[in-house]
């Protein structure tokens, strides 16, 4: 898939309009921004919302930052409009995540790989986790597990990324796991982790391979199982009830970092600016807070770290999608 700079220069603004007219009503040239590439409601408007209320809580920014959305091609759209539209844009910020790293191994947004923007940092770090409705017939991963093994092409896995997105490798490691092979797994995509849980909801899909962050609110609600995390060890409150997938026989683990890119062209004063923007926002208590209240774990990697530890793991993504029989 493969996008051109004029007609990313003729839609993009169609995507952005209705975003501008819901934001700073003063916004100016000046004014911050962050791109959420998907809908809202999923785990990119999440780590978007992470930062706009983060700085403007802690003082780090002035103005209220805009939040925009730009979804389409689970990410590359908005990839591909930041290198060849705003590709030197000192204000504006993009939403990214382990996804968009497993995107970019996969050559799923067209002629751009991992080096072509500037990797800023990552505030935050989530795990995968396997959902059904609450009124489903399995109570354990085990028990789905053992149903998947009888009739792989009867359960609908649904998520919000297409076949080799992060949300799909969660299902098919998982399967993987089970002794299922991934290429027999009955997948939806959808755009977004928010459009997916109302099609869980909605009895569109019967299984939700998600974040577990994006779950939070609905924990309490009464309509959703979460049958497994794929975290190292079970996580805290809310989380203390969900057994991990590992512990039920399954070793399966799905970080999934939330962080930010800029253009390529952006000089680097910018780029510094916004590096360290992003650190002492991760060093504030208030922010500690806030980011323990959209059930995130830490994670503090900035600068070239951070930018080395994306190039890295999109190497290590390229290997794993051999592992899991996706074709290169």
């Given at each position: 898939?493969?996008?051109?700079?004029?007609?990313?220069?003729?839609?993009?603004?169609?995507?952005?309009?209705?975003?501008?007219?819901?934001?700073?009503?003063?916004?100016?040239?000046?004014?911050?921004?962050?791109?959420?590439?998907?809908?809202?409601?999923?785990?990119?408007?999440l780590t978007c919302r992470l930062a706009a209320n983060g700085l403007q809580e802690t003082?780090?920014?002035?103005?209220?930052?805009?939040?925009?959305?730009?979804?389409?091609?689970?990410?590359a759209v908005a990839y591909n409009h930041v290198n060849g539209v705003r590709d030197d844009?000192?204000?504006?910020?993009?939403?990214?995540?382990?996804?968009?790293?497993?995107?970019?191994?996969?050559?799923?947004?067209?002629?751009?790989?991992?080096?072509?923007?500037?990797?800023?940092?990552?505030?935050?770090?989530?795990?995968?986790?396997?959902?059904?409705?609450?009124?489903?017939?399995?109570?354990?991963?085990?028990?789905?597990?053992?149903?998947?093994?009888?009739?792989?092409?009867?359960?609908?896995?649904?998520?919000?990324?297409?076949?080799?997105?992060?949300?799909?490798?969660?299902?098919?490691?998982?399967?993987?796991?089970?002794?299922?092979?991934?290429?027999?797994?009955?997948?939806?995509?959808?755009?977004?982790?928010?459009?997916?849980?109302?099609?869980?909801?909605?009895?569109?899909?019967?299984?939700?391979?998600?974040?577990?962050?994006?779950?939070?609110?609905?924990?309490?609600?009464?309509?959703?199982?979460?049958?497994?995390?794929?975290?190292?060890?079970?996580?805290?409150?809310?989380?203390?009830?969900?057994?991990?997938?590992?512990?039920?026989?399954?070793?399966?683990?799905?970080?999934?970092?939330?962080?930010?890119?800029?253009?390529?062209?952006?000089?680097?004063?910018?780029?510094?600016?916004?590096?360290?923007?992003?650190?002492?926002?991760?060093?504030?208590?208030?922010?500690?807070?806030?980011?323990?209240?959209?059930?995130?774990?830490?994670?503090?990697?900035?600068?070239?770290?951070?930018?080395?530890?994306?190039?890295?793991?999109?190497?290590?993504?390229?290997?794993?999608?051999?592992?899991?029989?996706?074709?290169?």
């Open positions: 898939m493969k996008f051109n700079s004029a007609f990313l220069r003729w839609s993009a603004p169609l995507v952005m309009g209705a975003a501008l007219m819901t934001g700073n009503a003063h916004a100016q040239s000046e004014t911050t921004e962050c791109i959420a590439p998907a809908k809202p409601g999923g785990g990119y408007d003082g780090l920014i002035d103005k209220p930052m805009m939040v925009s959305y730009m979804p389409g091609g689970i990410g844009d000192p204000n504006l910020i993009v939403a990214a995540s382990t996804g968009a790293a497993v995107n970019l191994a996969l050559g799923k947004f067209g002629q751009y790989d991992a080096d072509e923007v500037r990797w800023v940092g990552a505030l935050g770090v989530d795990y995968g986790a396997i959902v059904v409705k609450a009124d489903a017939p399995w109570k354990t991963l085990d028990e789905l597990m053992k149903d998947l093994k009888g009739q792989p092409n009867k359960i609908v896995f649904g998520a919000g990324g297409t076949v080799g997105s992060q949300d799909w490798m969660k299902a098919a490691l998982t399967a993987k796991a089970a002794g299922i092979s991934p290429r027999e797994l009955r997948y939806v995509a959808f755009e977004g982790g928010g459009e997916s849980l109302a099609a869980l909801l909605g009895d569109h899909i019967e299984v939700f391979t998600g974040d577990l962050s994006e779950l939070r609110p609905h924990l309490e609600s009464g309509k959703i199982r979460v049958l497994a995390s794929l975290s190292e060890e079970r996580m805290g409150e809310p989380y203390e009830g969900i057994p991990t997938a590992a512990e039920q026989g399954y070793d399966v683990q799905w970080p999934i970092w939330r962080g930010y890119y800029m253009g390529p062209d952006v000089n680097d004063e910018a780029y510094q600016k916004w590096v360290s923007k992003l650190e002492k926002l991760a060093g504030k208590e208030k922010f500690a807070e806030m980011r323990e209240a959209r059930g995130l774990f830490p994670m503090s990697r900035f600068g070239d770290s951070f930018d080395t530890y994306v190039k890295d793991q999109v190497v290590q993504f390229k290997q794993l999608a051999e592992e899991v029989g996706l074709k290169q």
